[in-house]
């Protein structure tokens, strides 16, 4: 128990050190991910005016079947792209929330740049 509390207190770090760096605008929006054992979430958010411009999950009705593996996770980062793209944003700030960029996490931000974002 005591390293499960351990993990989470070492992830809280880092996502404070994350936040106190980078923010997000209406023009080019901070892109976030939370993921838990069954499903991942991202969502575009402009911290100006502290709104959710655009969501994608696995818990929408087009992504239901996806679970939080890394071959889900592209087709995640697409769907919240071509959502963006939709919107006429083309750039963001890859907010990783204190997760390590690696596995699930890289893969959705390669799934968010093949849907043509940058960051």
Known sequence: MKRVIEKNRRRSKRKLRIRGRITGTATCPRLTVF????????????????AT???ASTVTTE???LS????DAARV???????????????????????????????LADGARNAGLKF
Request: charged share 35%; proline share 0%.
């Open 35 to 50: 993921r838990s054992n069954r499903n991942l979430y991202v969502q575009a958010i402009d911290d100006t005016k502290g």
């Open 68 to 71: 939080a593996k890394k071959e």
């Open 77 to 107: 980062g697409e769907a919240i792209g071509k959502e963006l793209k939709a919107k006429k944003i083309k750039e963001v700030v890859f907010d990783r929330n204190g997760y390590l960029y690696h596995g699930v996490v890289k893969a």
């Open 53 to 55: 411009i655009a969501s």
């Open 63 to 65: 992504l239901k079947q």
